[in-house]
T-cell receptor
Framework: GAGVSQSPSNKVTEKGKDVELRCDPISGHTALYWYRQSLGQGLEFLIYFQGNSAPDKSGLPSDRFSAERTGGSVSTLTIQRTQQEDSAVYLC????????????FGPGTRLTVL | QQQVKQSPQSLIVQKGGISIINCAYENTAFDYFPWYQQFPGKGPALLIAIRPDVSEKKEGRFTISFNKSAKQFSLHIMDSQPGDSATYFCAARSVAAGNKLTFGGGTRVLVKP
């Protein structure tokens, strides 16, 4: 079946603009995660969804970052007033709730803030 | 605070050799330790995982060794192949800390033909 998909694959924006990143998880996966990967670095947890609710938002770096999930499926990560330090690859992953360690990642969205 | 420390940052091995990547953790509440493999331009993919009640797990050429008392675990890639060239991440999960993975910093492995 289809894996996790993310769009766009690349996004170049100007400092101060808002951006929206989309994630389509694997069908039936109720758990969804957003991570950020800076160049040559590890993965930084941002937020976790269980269904449409987000019990763990602890990784969101500032109030410019928000995310929502609708219908227990598609999720959108929004970054307002982008800054250059927001430049990174944003990765989405999904899993079955009973197998949260086995996360399936999408290809990521590479965000470049000029 | 880096809860999972991974070493080395990079590794070069000859084809047929053994690649060894080490990870150490502090949080004794971690109860699941997966390894992910990431190729350039792709998202990480689950490679192999272990729970702390097991000291070793082998899948094909990939083996995880786990030392609970030392709070360390390692990935061994036997008979390394050029196609194994990728970045490898160890991770750890604690149910008590919520359903998220804490990742190590990654190891870039290059297997020379």
């Amino acid at each position: 079946g289809a894996g996790v998909s993310q769009s766009p694959s690349n996004k170049v924006t100007e400092k101060g603009k808002d951006v929206e990143l989309r994630c389509d998880p694997i069908s039936g996966h109720t758990a969804l995660y957003w991570y950020r990967q800076s160049l040559g670095q590890g993965l930084e947890f941002l937020i976790y969804f269980q269904g449409n609710s987000a019990p763990d938002k602890s990784g969101l770096p500032s109030d410019r970052f928000s995310a929502e999930r609708t219908g227990g499926s598609v999720s959108t990560l929004t970054i307002q007033r982008t800054q250059q330090e927001d430049s990174a690859v944003y990765l989405c992953a999904s899993s079955l709730v009973e197998r949260v360690g086995e996360q399936f990642f999408g290809p990521g969205t590479r965000l470049t803030v000029l | 605070q880096q809860q999972v420390k991974q070493s080395p940052q990079s590794l070069i091995v000859q084809k047929g050799g053994i690649s060894i990547i080490n990870c150490a953790y502090e949080n004794t509440a971690f109860d699941y330790f997966p390894w992910y493999q990431q190729f350039p331009g792709k998202g990480p993919a689950l490679l192999i995982a272990i729970r702390p009640d097991v000291s070793e797990k082998k899948e094909g050429r990939f083996t995880i060794s786990f030392n609970k008392s030392a709070k360390q675990f390692s990935l061994h890639i036997m008979d390394s192949q050029p196609g194994d060239s990728a970045t490898y991440f160890c991770a750890a999960r604690s149910v008590a800390a919520g359903n998220k993975l804490t990742f190590g910093g990654g190891t870039r492995v290059l297997v020379k033909p």
